[in-house]
Every structure is written in C-alpha cells, then in structure tokens.
C-alpha cells in the first residue's frame, strides 16, 4: 500500500508561484498514471494535471501554460510548479495514484492565492 505525502502549499499573492511535492513510500516506476487534483470549498475535487508513465501530460483548461506537472521515478516523486496564481487556485491540492490493486490518495495540502 503506497502512501503519499504532499508539502510545499501555502499563501500566496496573485501571481505568484509555488512548487508542491508528492513524495511516495514505496516506487513509482511501474505506476502508470499519477496525478494532481484539488478541491476547493463547497466545490467538487477537480483534476489539475495527469503524469502518467508513458505518454503526454494532461492538464485542466483552466491551468495550462501556468502548470507544470511532472514526476521523478529515480526520486519517487511527483512535482507540480505553478505560476502566475490566481484566486480561483485556492484549495486543498491533492496528489493520487492509480494502481491495479485501487486508488491512493495523499492528506492533502493548502494552496491560497491572496487577490
């Protein structure tokens, strides 16, 4: 069973940047797809940005060419570089793995972009 623990997420102003981390406990080589969602309040958990193994990124319309999703196998981690941050950013970010045996989600971090 493999956990995942988020960091990095904090307040920030309009515009500004943050790196968040999603660092596993076991490997991530053979897991195919990995990905970041977030949720913000009263809102459904929504998915930012898809790394799989193999293939292209996928972002949501709302964060491309602002996001950067991408993943260490060697590290066991996955990353997601934000710039230019608006306030409908805010909300608990949340990195997920998908694998045969189910679903794993990580705690969660906070992101809030101050206007």
């Known amino acids: 069973q493999v956990q995942l623990v988020e960091s990095g997420g904090g307040l920030v102003q309009v515009g500004g940047s943050l790196r968040l981390s999603c660092a596993a406990s076991?490997?991530?080589?053979?897991?195919?797809?990995m990905d970041w969602y977030r949720q913000a309040p009263g809102k459904q958990r929504e998915l930012v940005a898809r790394?799989?193994?193999?293939?292209?990124?996928i972002y949501a319309d709302s964060v491309k060419g602002r996001f950067t999703a991408n993943r260490d196998n060697a590290k066991n981690t996955v990353w997601l570089q934000m710039h230019d941050l608006k306030p409908e950013d805010t909300g608990v970010y949340f990195c997920?793995?998908?694998?045969?045996?189910?679903?794993?989600w990580g705690q969660g971090t906070q992101v809030t972009v101050s206007s």
């Open positions: 997920h793995a998908e694998l045969t045996q189910g679903d794993y």
């Open positions: 790394v799989p193994r193999w293939g292209s990124r």
């Open positions: 076991e490997s991530i080589f053979s897991i195919n797809i």
